[in-house]
Every structure is written in structure tokens, then in C-alpha cells.
């Protein structure tokens, strides 16, 4: 289990990394399995929780980050999905960031310096 800080002066951030300022959201806080604060860049060892902070050092938001594909989508289905392709998907298929380019401010490796594999 891991316990996210509800502030950046709690020593528990201490082996976690500070991301780049996203305009309109915050800070994005990272941690490696492996390396803590010394990010290995690599999916599988990546905490799937990500907590933001404001600029004053409090927490405002988290988000969970899937680092493998969570659709069910039969290999012909694409956006817009047909009515046969509907039927299988879960949760996570119809959500808009699914469509979104993985490029620019929402490219997930932008928060972060360095390789991203």
C-alpha cells in the first residue's frame, strides 16, 4: 500500500518526483517502483497513482494511470464505434481521452524529464 500526501511538506514526498506545472491543473507527482524518485521510465514500474498539487502545496486532484490497454475492442473496431462493436467494451473505451492525440500538453512523458518508453 502507499500512502499519497496530502501536501508537498509531508516527508512522504520525499521519494516521489515533482512533474512540470500543467497550465489550469497543478503539479503532477510521480513515483518508480524501483527507483522512487529516480524515475526508470518504464511503464510496468510506474505507481498507478498520480496526485496533483496546487502551487500552494496542497493536494486538489489524483488520477489512476493504466499503463496497459484496458479495452475490449475486437481488432476491426474504431472510433466511431459500429453497434456490433459496442456491445463487448467496458469502462474505459467510450471515454473521450481515448480519442484525444497523445501528443502536446496531454502527452503523458510532456510532465516528465526525460526517456519515455
Same mark, same amino acid.
Given at each position: ?34 527507483? +522512487? ?6 511503464? *510496468?514500474?510506474?505507481? !498507478? ?6 502551487? $500552494? =502545496? ?17 481488432? +476491426? ?6 453497434? *456490433?462493436?459496442?456491445? !463487448? ?6 471515454? $473521450? =481521452? ?20
Amino acid at each position: 500500500n502507499e500512502e499519497i500526501p496530502a501536501h508537498t511538506s509531508s516527508p512522504l514526498l520525499d521519494t516521489w518526483k515533482e512533474g512540470s506545472c500543467i497550465p489550469g491543473m497543478g503539479y503532477h507527482w510521480w513515483k518508480d517502483t524501483v527507483g +522512487g524518485k529516480n524515475l526508470t521510465f518504464k511503464a *510496468e514500474n510506474t505507481v !498507478p497513482v498520480v496526485p496533483m498539487y496546487d502551487s $500552494g =502545496g496542497t493536494i486538489v486532484a489524483m488520477f489512476f494511470l493504466a499503463t496497459a490497454k484496458k479495452q475490449n475492442w475486437a481488432a +476491426g473496431c474504431q472510433f466511431p464505434p459500429t453497434p *456490433e462493436c459496442l456491445e !463487448p467494451l467496458n469502462f474505459w473505451d467510450g471515454g $473521450g =481521452g481515448l480519442k484525444q492525440a497523445n501528443e502536446g500538453r496531454f502527452y503523458v512523458c510532456s510532465n516528465l524529464c526525460g526517456e519515455c518508453d
